[in-house]
């Protein structure tokens, strides 16, 4: 079984930026990498995607290296609000359907006054 | 974005009885949606895809005729913990993707919290 490890927990300060990274050693061709975030008893929400290569959006940036057997995400000029455990994800598609659905250990980020 | 809801929020049942969560996409039709299991401190794990229309499919390690789903209209899944017990206290989550994203984004719900006494 596939696994996707990431470090437990970092810390950091406001206005920093943080590289959280993912190891994913077993992905496949069909997979595509989410990263999300979660606050305490709340469901994940969507912070980014990428198949490979380089993603930017309004909040972040995902770094996938060519052999895409890890990941990157990067959050620029973090702030207290920031703080929560951040999932990677490694889903498989075939066939229009989703075949593959892992997350990440999670990594808990704690941002600092 | 699209919106999916659960209730209830939390659930406090004894042991021996059912509690069933629902699982609802507001604004789009979800022909998919996903269970998931949460302990604390721990990932998200994948219980089961839920289908419209048609048997749902279980992660390997998970009974199905001990969490029961039910995916009986484009909008709603539920899910029936039958004969619940201590070690099935846990978060339960649901989410769905919108067909009208052309990105593989997940809506998750806000969750649903089951202590079982």
């Known amino acids: 079984l596939a696994k996707t490890t990431q470090p437990i927990s970092m810390d950091s300060y406001e206005g920093q930026e943080v590289n959280i990274t993912c190891s994913h050693n077993?992905?496949?061709?069909?997979?595509?990498i989410t990263w999300y975030q979660q606050f305490p008893s709340q469901g994940p929400r969507f912070i980014i995607q990428g198949y490979k290569t380089k993603v930017t959006n309004e909040v972040a940036s995902l770094f996938i290296p060519a052999d895409r057997k890890s990941s990157t995400l990067s959050l620029p000029r973090v702030s207290l609000s920031d703080t929560a455990v951040y999932y990677c994800l490694v889903e498989g598609y075939y066939g229009g359907a989703t075949n593959k659905l892992i997350f990440g250990t999670g990594t808990l980020l704690a941002v600092q006054p | 974005g699209a919106v999916v809801s659960q209730h209830p929020s939390w659930v406090i049942c004894k042991s021996g009885t059912s509690v069933k969560i629902e699982c609802r996409s507001l604004?789009?039709?979800?022909?998919?949606m996903f269970w998931y299991r949460q302990f604390p401190k721990q990932s998200l794990m994948l219980m089961a895809t839920?289908?419209?229309?048609?048997?749902?499919?279980?992660e390997q390690g998970v009974e199905k005729d001990k969490f029961l789903i039910n995916h009986a209209s484009l909008t709603l899944s539920t899910l029936t913990v039958t004969s619940a017990h201590p070690e099935d206290s846990s978060f339960y989550i649901c989410?769905?993707?919108?067909?009208?994203?052309?990105?593989?984004?997940?809506?998750f719900g806000p969750g649903t919290r089951l202590t079982v006494t």
């Open positions: 989410s769905a993707r919108d067909p009208r994203d052309s990105s593989y984004e997940q809506y």
């Open positions: 077993n992905i496949a061709t069909n997979d595509y």
């Open positions: 604004d789009f039709q979800a022909t998919t």
């Open positions: 839920s289908n419209e229309g048609s048997k749902a499919t279980y």
